[in-house]
């Protein structure tokens, strides 16, 4: 079967770093998405990456080994703003995006 | 960026009633729309996905004649509630993206919230 696996909930410093794992095992890959969703609304998306390697937005950066089927979602500076739930996503061989349970992140002054 | 535009914010309505929720893309042409359901403190689930001009396929588990999806145009889908019941109030979300695959992705709706009394 298809599982995305990343921890439940995290908690982190305000102007601090913080690292989100994501594991995965689908049926293919097409490409991995990092989302972003305060609760009550709807995610909105912060990242792609589809080639291994380090993609940086900003203070937010995602990293992909496809080899190892994980990626992660990097957090600098951490603002109280940035708690929210963190939803990783992959794209499988059907192009249908798998979604993780979300990761909440919790900043604390 | 992409715009997604979702219908209403909220909506409570009796039990029996049918609720129609529309989710159009303001500013490029959906190939591909999503609908999903979300209960509190949960992970988004899949209702279906609809492309244009094609019936719309469900997910396991969801009921085709409760939930009835029209994408009759590359930048409007319509989710329909039929008869809802109190075990439907959800949050109700739809996603549109450009392109089958590639690196497009989803953009969603700022959701639904659906409260059936």
């Known amino acids: 079967g298809q599982n995305i696996d990343q921890p439940t909930e995290m908690t982190a410093t305000e102007g601090a770093i913080v690292q989100i794992n994501c594991t995965y095992q689908?049926?293919?890959?097409?490409?991995l998405f990092w989302y972003q969703q305060h609760a009550g609304e709807a995610p909105t998306f912060l990242s792609y990456n589809v080639l291994d390697g380090l993609e940086e937005k900003g203070r937010f950066s995602s990293f992909l080994s496809r080899s190892k089927g994980y990626s992660y979602l990097l957090l600098k500076e951490l603002q109280m703003k940035d708690s929210a739930s963190y939803l990783c996503a992959v794209r499988d061989s059907n192009y249908q995006l798998i979604w993780g349970a979300g990761t909440k992140l919790i900043i604390k002054p | 960026g992409a715009v997604v535009s979702q219908h209403p914010s909220w909506v409570i309505c009796k039990s029996g009633t049918s609720v129609k929720i529309e989710c159009r893309s303001l500013d490029f042409q959906a190939t591909t729309m999503f609908w999903y359901r979300q209960f509190p403190k949960q992970s988004l689930m899949l209702m279906a996905t609809?492309?244009?001009?094609?019936?719309?396929?469900?997910e396991q588990g969801v009921e085709k004649d409760k939930f009835l999806i029209n994408h009759a145009s590359l930048t409007l889908s319509t989710l329909t509630v039929t008869s809802a019941h109190p075990e439907d109030s959800s949050f109700y979300i739809c996603s549109a993206s450009h392109l089958r695959g590639g690196n497009q992705p989803q953009h969603f709706g700022d959701g639904t919230r659906l409260s059936i009394l």
């Open positions: 609809s492309n244009e001009g094609s019936k719309a396929t469900y």
């Open positions: 689908t049926s293919g890959f097409n490409g």
